[in-house]
């Protein structure tokens, strides 16, 4: 409660070192007793925190070569809701997984894999596609799509990426400027064959790509194409999310997902 800004700053730089479990000792313990009036700014304050605690753990994950995927989309799902649960995540896609894994093998050639995939995916998970405007933080968090089965068309492929790279599949992000294209790499890391998540994960070929990209009104150019790692895929979501907060009006999310892009590079996919 100190106005020292430097004092402020010394108690919130300790909490970020000791991390969420003391963050959560205080709203359990002490917040419950602490003035009427002064609670608003103390669970600002603390949300600040696990924010801060949330992108310091991220950049910690980031100085792998190949971050995992789930953990980095779980991190900035935290920075942007520090209400989000890592337990109750973890456990939903640990349970998808496996069933999934229950299905895949090894000795299936690479399209019966995907197509296998597609179908408990889209058919038995019934993930489906809403919010195509992309205005609902609800069907853009993914903890909140992977619980719920329905998001917007990037969070929906973001949880596919998800899904596919835990069940072993070699699916990766082609991207070019203003988007980008889910491919099956082959052991070699050549592009097999593309997929649309739009049609519940249809494969088509090169031919295909080159028309659709004629449709959207731009210039197919193979080398402007870059299959990317999944460093890119936790960029493309703070990406979403950034573009939803400040369409929403809400200036401080916004400027935590900005800050995540930096973090990632600053490079923009979408």
Known sequence: DDSDLIVRNAVRGRLIARGEEAVEQIERYWLPEAPVNKKESYLDFLEDVKTDIALDKLEKL???????LGSGLFLVTKATDPSAEEIIYNSTLESLTEELNLEISGEKTPVESVKIFNYIFFRRFRFHHTDTQLQSEESALVDRVLLSRAGNPVSITLIYFLLARASGLPVYPLCFTGGFVPVYLD?????????????????????????????????????????EQERALVAIYAELLAFIYRNNGN????????????????????
């Open 62 to 68: 980031l100085e792998s070569p190949q971050p995992l």
């Open 251 to 270: 200036s401080k999310i916004y400027e935590r997902m900005e800050r995540i892009t930096e973090i990632l590079g600053g490079i923009k996919y979408l």
């Open 187 to 227: 052991n070699e890391g050549k592009i097999l064959f593309y997929l649309n998540i739009f049609k519940q994960g249809s494969i088509f070929l090169e031919d295909t790509l080159v028309q659709f990209f004629e449709d959207i009104g731009m210039q197919y150019n193979p080398e402007s194409l870059k299959v």
